[in-house]
T-cell receptor, first 110, second 111 residues
Framework: KNEVEQSPQNLTAQEGEFITINCSYSVGISALHWLQQHPGGGIVSLFM???GKKKHGRLIATINIQEKHSSLHITASHPRDSAVYICAEYSGGGADGLTFGKGTHLIIQP | DAGITQSPRYKITETGRQVTLMCHQT?????MFWYRQDLGHGLRLIYY???????DKGEVPDGYVVSRSKTENFPLTLESATRSQTSVYFCASTRSYNEQFFGPGTRLTVL
């Protein structure tokens, strides 16, 4: 079973700062997902990527397959970015391959 | 309403009682999932379904039963609830192994 590790577990930053959240996994994957969970509890999918880089607004996700590592970056962070960010990987072979990290709790202070 | 819904949103029950959590999606997605989310564990897969009448166990299936007689519905039943099943339960769906769409969650407390 793949292990997914996220760091940091908790992150507090000031508005406007550049944020980086890291995700590493132990076994080769088919795809990696980044999810966002707001304080109200709802979970939203931000990105799914299997190589390279994706960008959506102020959010950027990158993945390095050789190093088994992905990062989520937030540029010009804002208090509304405060949420739990979760990475999840799919190794293939059916739903058994879905493994989630424990999440990074991000707080952006005004 | 289009999307994925869960009911009830909150449930308090007693040990030993049977509880069913409902999940309904309007996209006709083939794949549906049930997860539980607990502090210190993150999201863990309970059961999944690849299509109507096809279900399989995930990481933590003990104490749970699922069925999928229709593509749009995927109920999760706790046959005899235990305190360890106190958790937040999320249903999700996807057309294939791409972006997953999550329901709003059901917060279950077992006394």
């Amino acid at each position: 079973k793949n292990e997914v590790e996220q760091s940091p577990q908790n992150l507090t930053a000031q508005e406007g700062e550049f944020i980086t959240i890291n995700c590493s996994y132990s076994v080769g994957i088919s795809a990696l997902h980044w999810l966002q969970q707001h304080p109200g509890g709802g979970i939203v999918s931000l990105f799914m990527l299997s190589s390279g880089k994706k960008k959506h607004g102020r959010l950027i996700a990158t993945i390095n397959i050789q190093e088994k590592h992905s990062s989520l970056h937030i540029t010009a962070s804002h208090p509304r970015d405060s949420a739990v960010y979760i990475c999840a990987e799919y190794s293939g072979g059916g739903a058994d391959g879905l493994t989630f990290g424990k999440g990074t709790h991000l707080i952006i202070q005004p | 309403d289009a999307g994925i819904t869960q009911s009830p949103r909150y449930k308090i029950t007693e040990t030993g009682r049977q509880v069913t959590l409902m999940c309904h999606q309007t996209w006709s997605h083939s794949y549906m999932f049930w997860y539980r989310q607990d502090l210190g564990h993150g999201l863990r897969l309970i059961y999944y379904s690849a299509a109507a009448d096809i279900t399989d166990k995930g990481e933590v299936p003990d104490g749970y039963v699922v069925s999928r007689s229709k593509t749009e519905n995927f109920p999760l039943t706790l046959e005899s609830a235990t305190r360890s099943q106190t958790s937040v339960y999320f249903c999700a769906s996807t057309r294939s192994y791409n972006e997953q769409f999550f329901g709003p969650g059901t917060r279950l407390t077992v006394l």
